[in-house]
């Protein structure tokens, strides 16, 4: 079975750049969360999707930050414009329920804004 | 609210001596998961195991074990007989089962070193 798939592995933009990251799901899977890593923290939840509906955005910057999830499969997540603290690692994960079961990990992004 | 602590920020240890990480866990639920992941140097989290706020029984799985105790609120993680590979950022994580509040919270992880 296939895993959870992002691109690209590493971004490196000026700040006040934008910049569009990309997951493809495990098939079949509902629940497609993405997670901001910092560097020596946990993963901070952005936005969970069930389907193709947000079920969380509360922790999103909707100011500079969008994700959508189109036919429920793929998602994309965009950040414009980029500042020096969104350097982070984005994580994509998916899961068949939405709290039941454990979600499964992409590699992530690492995004650099210098 | 939902609060995962893991007091411990980093831990090092002799290979093949046993090591246990902590974790705390707030939750106003009843019914609510438990999860460990393993993030090694390759940066993606690897699933260890999830237990249910129901399931009290500990659980070993070759060197790992895990403890535990709702009535300290405590998920603990035990390596034994602890290898080098197993050299890596473990968190706990926990989530809810409620409308509107199932997201998966992260403890903010402890660093594992394995010392040959």
């Known amino acids: 079975e296939a895993g959870v798939a992002q691109s690209p592995r590493y971004k490196i933009i000026e700040k006040r750049q934008s910049v569009a990251f990309w997951c493809n799901p495990i098939s079949g899977h509902a629940t497609l969360y993405w997670y901001q890593q910092i560097l020596g923290q946990g993963p901070k939840l952005l936005i969970q999707f069930q389907n193709n509906g947000v079920v969380d955005d509360s922790q999103l910057p909707k100011d500079r930050f969008s994700a959508e999830r189109l036919k429920g499969v793929d998602s994309t997540l965009k950040i414009q414009p980029a500042k020096l603290e969104d350097s982070a690692v984005y994580l994509c994960a998916s899961s068949p329920d939405r709290v039941s079961t454990e979600a499964f990990f992409g590699q992530g992004t690492r995004l650099t804004v210098v | 609210a939902q609060k995962v602590t893991q007091a411990q920020t980093e831990i090092s240890v002799v290979e093949k001596e046993d090591v246990t990480l902590d974790c705390v866990y707030e939750t106003r639920d009843t019914t609510y998961y438990l999860f460990w992941y393993k993030q090694p140097p390759s940066g993606e989290l690897v699933f260890l195991i999830r237990?249910?706020?129901?399931?009290?029984q500990n659980e070993i799985s070759g060197r790992y074990s895990w403890n535990f105790q709702k009535s300290t609120s405590s998920f603990n993680f035990t390596i034994t007989a602890s290898q080098v590979v197993d050299s890596a950022v473990y968190f706990c994580?926990?989530?809810?089962?409620?409308?509107?509040?199932?997201?998966?919270?992260f403890g903010k992880g402890t660093r594992l070193h394995i010392l040959p």
């Open positions: 237990r249910n706020s129901f399931d009290e």
């Open positions: 994580a926990l989530s809810e089962r409620g409308v509107g509040d199932d997201k998966i919270i």
